[in-house]
């Protein structure tokens, strides 16, 4: 891919990562997760072990490792033979720090230990473009001097959390993950169906410009005119590398910003409405309700959705001092 292109579409993907909790894992055990609602990304600050998504193989890991987890997939972390013992993260979970969370399996001292993340909901994260993703990722870094610095830094913040450690963990978080797709998108061998799809320079362009000016006049004449390609062989390339057709994804790229804009600025709803493209705020509002199941003087009511908040496993409350 050029790369003026790949660094434009890194700049637009807006990626929205949240951190939300630290997991320890003794040798010999298992620490398994029930299926999240958004996409789980673990980063690997000490130890080995395996991953297994779903019944899929298992894949090991060793430090300095990203590794990440489709939404809706439940997956497990740990020994892949001769296992000890399983334990559900769910039931297994204390407040680690500054808003953290804990996972443990094992009763012994932790050999491997994850910093763990979640990309924000497919309503506004990378807008949309991570909804393809379907496929788990597990990439080491051992010589990339930047991102063993980063990781380096994880560590100390999650091994001594203090004040800000989960603010500071995101930030690294989220340098490390920008990395891991440039690595992806440069590579010749593509493991996501998100960065497949963006291997076709062609359609990169025509995506590329959508995510710039969602607000444009689009046809399937003028996003085909913009890639290069005939009519037919662009909306045909195009369902099949997204999933879904070419105006079918500007909407949805322009709802995605509409939700944005209504749930952190005060814009009128007729002004986002044009904004985002729309010729009328009739139009604008039966497409929301529809990709949202609220109209937007609803969902702006409501507060919108919460963008940093991932979906966390459930503690038991906290019981009154006696």
Known sequence: MEADLLDRLLVTLAVRLRSFSVCTIQRGWRLGFSPFEAITVHYVLRGTGSLRVG???WRSFAPHTIIVVPARHSHSLGAAEDCIGEVRAEDHCVLHGDGLISFTAGDGSPDALFVCGQIADTHTGAMGLFELFQAPMVETFPSDPVLRYAFELMLAEVVSPNLATQAMTEVLMKQCLILLLRRQLVASDFTSPILAALQNPKLARAVLAILEQPGARYSVDSLAALASMGRTSFAEGFATAFGQGPMEFVQRVRLRIASRL?????????VIAATVGYAS???????????FGAAPSQFRLVGGMDEGEPERIESEPPTEPT
């Not at 209504?262 to 007729?270: A, H, I, N």
């Not at 705020?281 to 990709?291: D, G, I, L, P």
């Open 55 to 57: 019944h899929g193989p």
């Open 262 to 270: 209504l749930s952190g600025t005060d814009l009128p709803v007729k």
């Open 281 to 291: 705020r009739s139009a604008f509002s039966k497409a929301f309700e529809v990709e």
